[in-house]
């Protein structure tokens, strides 16, 4: 008889999943903390394997999905609400396309998202040092126990102690917040991608900016210096994340995009600039140099406009058939 058909029961030892966490390596560390000699006869456990035969090297970039009874197995033996486990493991979310729906079963996938391992403090703590891998986007990028930046690639060898940086952590909860209140989240993830192109280009031009004051550059060294210890890589995104979110609250602002999708003339713009000046504390002239035509943020102005361009001409030649000031704007909805 398979594995999978023997009654599910509770395992002598629980361990909880990491938020984000894939499901291949919450089974595999279950498997370890009651000492199975083999991770993989748990898996064979949860369900029918469909196409590849799961074996321990599987974990690296690999994960499973696992039909309705195999999750249902997987609550019994981990002692964990389903509910709770879904919460925490992404991939529960999905259903693998098995013949029989009444039988537990997985597959084994190549996930083509980035996986990232675990705050290295947290797992140190836990007995054997178990190597967790979580999804980049599922999990915090940050470990507020320990302050550390943990959003790193799996090649690099380093994570970013934010100790001297807690204007990082501070950004990583305004970000939160931005995501957790926009209507699409995954629309509101796009503008802060957008949105941190901008001072990353300031950061990495060899001209620096008439009016880009020094203060910019000097604060984006101090994060330098503080984070590259022991030869760690710094990512430029980390360094300019506090800027990312100050310019993205007014880029993902929809009253605000609306301003700048209709201002008939380059020169109504200039209060969005003036905004993002003021935002990121820099002295007035700062807003009419990043207004020029080669500066990242009249990029971001010039796409946006040009995106709404038939609305902004339909709106003013109503305005001007009817010379009527009751003429309504656009709903501010259609701008995001």
């Known amino acids: 008889m398979d594995l999978w058909q023997d009654a599910a029961a509770p395992m002598p030892f629980r361990v909880r999943p990491v938020q984000g966490e894939t499901t291949l390596s919450y089974v595999f560390r279950l498997a370890a903390a009651n000492e199975l000699d083999r991770p993989t006869t748990l898996l064979r456990a949860l369900g029918e394997p469909l196409g590849a035969t799961p074996a321990q090297s599987m974990l690296v970039n690999r994960d499973v999905i696992l039909n309705e009874p195999a999750q249902r197995r997987l609550e019994a033996v981990s002692g964990i609400d389903l509910e709770d486990l879904r919460q925490r493991l992404p991939t529960l979310e999905k259903s693998c396309g098995e013949p029989d729906r009444r039988s537990p079963a997985f597959q084994i996938f190549a996930d083509s998202t980035r996986i990232r391992r675990a705050c290295e403090r947290c797992v140190a703590r836990l007995p054997g040092t178990p190597d967790i891998r979580v999804y980049l986007h599922r999990a915090p990028g940050i470990c507020r126990r320990h302050r550390r930046w943990v959003a790193t690639h799996e090649h690099e060898p380093h994570q970013l102690d934010l100790t001297e940086t807690p204007e990082i952590i501070t950004a990583v909860k305004r970000r939160h917040r931005l995501v957790a209140s926009a209507e699409d989240s995954q629309w509101a993830l796009g503008e802060i991608w957008w949105a941190q192109q901008i001072p990353v280009r300031w950061l990495t031009t060899t001209m620096r900016f008439t009016n880009l004051s020094d203060s910019l550059h000097d604060q984006w060294q101090r994060r330098r210096t503080a984070l590259a210890v022991a030869g760690a890589h710094v990512p430029n995104s980390v360094i300019v994340l506090p800027e990312t979110i100050t310019i993205a609250e007014v880029t993902c602002n929809l009253k605000w995009r609306r301003y700048v999708a209709l201002a008939e003339y380059d020169y109504q713009v200039r209060p969005f600039y003036r905004l993002l000046s ?41 305005d001007r058939t009817t010379r009527s000031r009751d003429t309504p704007l656009p709903e501010i909805r259609h701008f995001r």
């Open 278 to 318: 003021r935002r990121l504390g820099q002295p007035l002239g700062f807003a009419d140099r990043i207004s020029q035509s080669d500066s990242p943020a009249r990029h971001w102005v010039d796409d946006h406009r040009r995106k709404h361009q038939e609305t902004r001409h339909n709106h003013w030649q109503a």
